[in-house]
């Protein structure tokens, strides 16, 4: 594995940063809209707008379902944020957190054929947060939450859950633990280890940490054998905050009454020691984890650093102090945990079959797909994970979600797999063709040509 100074590493790093103002104020933005319908002349204007479009008002007042049919609902995603918790940036607030709202949309767009918008809001109360998503539910077929600080951004996903009938996601929290779930599946096989047995411990109780921890235990990991990690320790129901864990931090509470039945306490050493697997979503490094906790890992250890830019721990530091496979969040590093591998493909198939939300289950299916994309083309040490550039990984991730759907009762539509596949497969390549054409035809112009 190469072994680079964190100087080069910050300098890769800064080379994105430096050519992002440029390209955006070029642009004037990432997205935009473009027309699906024919304006061969004046004429049709009376067919999309007045007095035509009248006919079509009339019959999704009647029958509201028909939105899905005679609008872009059934394509179109919020991407919603107030920008309290942007990136590493923190609280930046909804004007700040616009850009990267806008880069979530062309992810969705290129990746899964999704129509996605950025909503930011300038409102930070989460019962407020929470009446503005259900009163945008006829504008939008999908939910995807982003940058809500914690403890707020739990409640605020779980009461649209119950209270939308579209599918409402954070990505913070299910996204990072799809793809890590993913991960672990395979890496699991690698060294060949049963996730019902394996020690799991999870360092960061934030978000994405106890997301990550609650799907993986919906893989099959028991949570007897799993600790999580915040920063006053190993989570356990006899610690001396559980008043306020139980009062403010309800996820953490729960994480404490599922797993450690033992109480073990203590901090990260301590939490280390004799684990199967190791995922850190925690405090950016390098020097966060030290090699010599991961030496009193058990044999064949798998240590997932995904902190950005910097992993808790440097790859190579974790394979000599014995890991078999390690994953980080970067991509110039092998086994990248990247969050774009799930949502787009995730959000296809939940809009294709018009489901009413997106189940615990559905995650699960997609992290399964995900793992056994990778596992077809041939897993070793340093794939466990497809790449971005894989193109066939999101119309199989959505045929996988559709499919659960269906399984649950939760989707308005019903497919097979094989239609599910070409479904997708069709709107994707579509979106991926615009695109390119646009370019060809110089519709996006490369700025330094």
């Known amino acids: 594995m190469e072994k680079v100074t964190v100087e080069e590493l910050l300098q890769r790093a800064a080379q994105p940063a430096k050519d992002a103002p440029r390209l955006h104020k070029y ?15 004046f004429n049709d204007f009376a067919i999309w707008y007045t007095p035509g479009v009248a006919a079509v008002c009339k019959e ?21 944020s107030d920008g309290t918790r942007v990136l590493g940036l923190g609280d930046i607030g909804p004007l700040g957190a616009l850009p990267v709202m806008e880069g979530k949309g062309i992810l969705y767009k290129y990746l899964g054929g999704v129509d996605a918008f950025p909503i930011c809001l300038d409102e930070k109360d989460p019962d407020k947060i929470i009446e503005i998503g259900r ?13 809500l600080s914690q403890p707020k951004c739990f409640r605020i996903l779980d009461e649209l859950r119950s209270k939308c009938e579209i599918p409402v996601w954070h990505d ?12 672990v599946i395979n890496a699991l096989k690698i060294v060949k280890k049963n996730i019902a047995e394996a020690k799991v411990t999870v360092v960061g109780a934030g978000a994405s940490g106890i997301n990550i921890a609650h799907q993986i235990m919906l893989a ?8 999580s990690v915040d920063t006053k320790g190993i989570l356990h129901r006899d610690r001396a905050d559980r008043d306020v864990l139980q009062e403010k931090y309800k996820e953490k509470w729960s994480m404490c009454m599922r797993t450690n039945p033992k109480c073990k306490s203590g901090n990260i050493p301590d939490a280390i020691a004799g684990a199967d ?15 010599e906790w991961i030496k009193t890992m058990a044999k064949d250890a798998i240590v997932f650093a995904e902190a950005n830019p910097i992993p808790e721990i ?8 014995g890991a078999r496979v390690v994953a980080t969040g970067r991509s110039d590093f092998p086994n990248q945990v990247n969050n774009s591998l799930g949502f787009p493909g995730i959000f296809r198939g939940a809009l294709d079959v018009r489901a009413k939300t997106i189940t615990d289950e559905m995650c699960i299916a997609a992290a399964r797909e995900l793992a056994k994309v990778a596992e077809d083309k041939g897993l070793s040490e340093d794939y466990i994970i497809p790449n971005m550039d894989e193109w066939e990984v999101f119309p199989r991730e959505a045929a996988a979600v559709a499919t659960k759907a269906i399984e649950q009762g939760v989707a308005r539509f019903k497919f097979t797999p094989d239609e599910l596949l070409a479904m997708a497969k069709e709107t994707i390549g579509k979106a991926r063709n615009e695109v390119k054409l646009m370019m060809k035809e110089n519709f996006i112009i490369d700025p330094d040509k």
């Open 314 to 321: 440097w790859p190579w530091e974790a394979k000599e102090a």
């Open 60 to 80: 999704i007042a009647a029958e509201p379902q028909k939105a899905y049919e005679y609008t872009n609902k059934w394509n179109s995603v919020a991407v919603i």
């Open 27 to 41: 642009y004037k933005g990432k997205l935009g809209v473009a027309l699906k319908c024919r304006v061969r002349d």
């Open 172 to 183: 913070d929290q299910q996204g990072t633990a799809c793809v890590t779930v993913a991960g």
């Open 277 to 291: 697997v190791l995922i850190c979503v925690s405090t950016p490094g390098p020097g966060t984890i030290k090699p």
């Open 135 to 147: 009163a945008l539910q006829p504008s939008f077929g999908g939910y995807n939450l982003e940058d």
């Open 220 to 227: 099959g990991a028991n949570g007897d054998n799993m600790l």
